[in-house]
């Protein structure tokens, strides 16, 4: 019999499914018993994604809670928002960890999630046992929890470029821009005109100005780190290529410091985290040098005539931002090190 944890993933056949997939198929603690598609279930897995034929052979099963509680421990949802509120409680009363990568659960204040999601918000005593589960700045929670509600990609790339500053109460609260671009596949898998190839290709597209649905989310974690009310100026944009996150960030200093003060304040904030690597000054990521990872880069520039601190911020969407973090996620849930099975290079070029 096998002592690894069994791992049930719903919502298989999109990216994320997939990403999961492709991480924890290498996970040494970690064994995936089924695969899980409400649209498609008895087809092999692999006529989707021939990418995994002969190495993962198994057919989709459908959405039965009891069948899945049997096969499996833990129970990641990698769905479209909505569908969680109503499958995480079930799940959960069954006895399963749940790590949740949509954005059902991730905010507390259910009139927020209602306004900039467009649904019906989840039950307050289901949110209330939802950790949020951004490893880097609220990990401690995580051990040994039930539910994780896993970042969103954004919002990850965001608030990891923010947090030193915001914990310190370094920058003026009511100063901060983010102008984010995004690779497609953040999309999903699913078909539209924005990202139909003659519409993204060779452009450049602003979209959601002012209302993404991420940023209720880095404000909540912002909030949180600087213990007071933040809103932020966030702008998502994408870019014509697969993967990648780069959040550029503005933000006013509150009073001068030295871009190396500010580089040490990085440095030591982040020191002993696996996954978050400080750039020396003058140098600064791009979304390539952490494709496939689970990293996220940062570079800083302060600009000395107008006391603005610049922040780059990149990581993979699909890794760190979503998939990956889920691992790191269930690797901190169950006392393991946050690396086991996402300790790999970027792949690169």
């Given at each position: ?5 069994r ?35 008895g ?39 909505g ?40 039950d ?33 790339a965001?608030i ?36 139909h ?23 909540q ?10 809103t ?15 959040s ?16 040490d ?26 494709t ?5 880069d ?8 107008t006391?603005?601190l ?40």
């Amino acid at each position: 019999m096998s002592m690894k944890l069994r791992a049930a993933i719903v919502g298989s056949t999109g990216y994320g499914g997939v990403e999961l997939i492709r991480l924890l198929l290498t996970h040494p603690n970690v064994e995936i018993t089924s695969v899980i598609s409400s649209s498609t279930a008895g087809v092999p897995i692999a006529d989707g994604y021939p990418h995994l034929n002969q190495i993962l052979t198994e057919n989709l099963d459908g959405i039965d809670i009891e069948q899945i509680a049997a096969k499996a421990d833990v129970v990641f949802l990698a769905t479209p928002h909505g569908v969680s509120i109503d499958l995480s409680p079930k799940l959960l009363d069954a006895g399963l960890k749940v790590i949740d990568l949509s954005g059902d659960f991730r905010l507390k204040d259910t009139a927020a999630y209602e306004q900039w999601y467009k649904h019906k918000p989840a039950d307050p005593a289901y949110l209330e046992k939802a950790v949020y589960g951004l490893c880097e700045l609220f990990g401690d929670e995580v051990p040994g929890a039930q539910f994780i509600s896993n970042p969103g990609c954004y919002p990850t790339a965001s608030i990891l470029g923010l947090a030193p500053l915001a914990a310190k109460r370094w920058i003026d609260l009511k100063s901060i821009i983010i102008d984010a671009k995004s690779g497609v596949s953040g999309a999903g898998r699913g078909l539209s005109q924005t990202v139909h190839y003659a519409e993204i290709n060779e452009n450049l597209l602003a979209y959601k100005v002012n209302r993404h649905q991420h940023t209720p989310e880095i404000e909540q974690a912002i909030s949180r780190l600087a213990d007071e009310e933040v809103t932020v100026t966030f702008t998502t944009h994408l870019v014509p290529m697969t993967r990648g996150i780069m959040s550029t960030i503005y933000v006013n200093l509150n009073q001068t410091r030295s871009e190396q003060e500010i580089h040490d304040l990085f440095s030591s904030y982040y020191e002993g985290r696996a996954f978050v690597r400080v750039r020396k000054l003058g140098k600064y990521p791009g979304t390539k040098e952490v494709t496939g990872s689970n990293y996220c880069d940062i570079g800083l520039s302060l600009d000395a005539r107008t006391g603005r601190l610049t922040i780059v911020s990149v990581i993979d969407n699909m890794v760190k931002g979503a998939a990956g973090q889920a691992v790191q996620n269930l690797n901190i849930m169950m006392g393991w090190d946050e690396s086991t099975g996402l300790a790999f290079t970027p792949v690169y070029p």
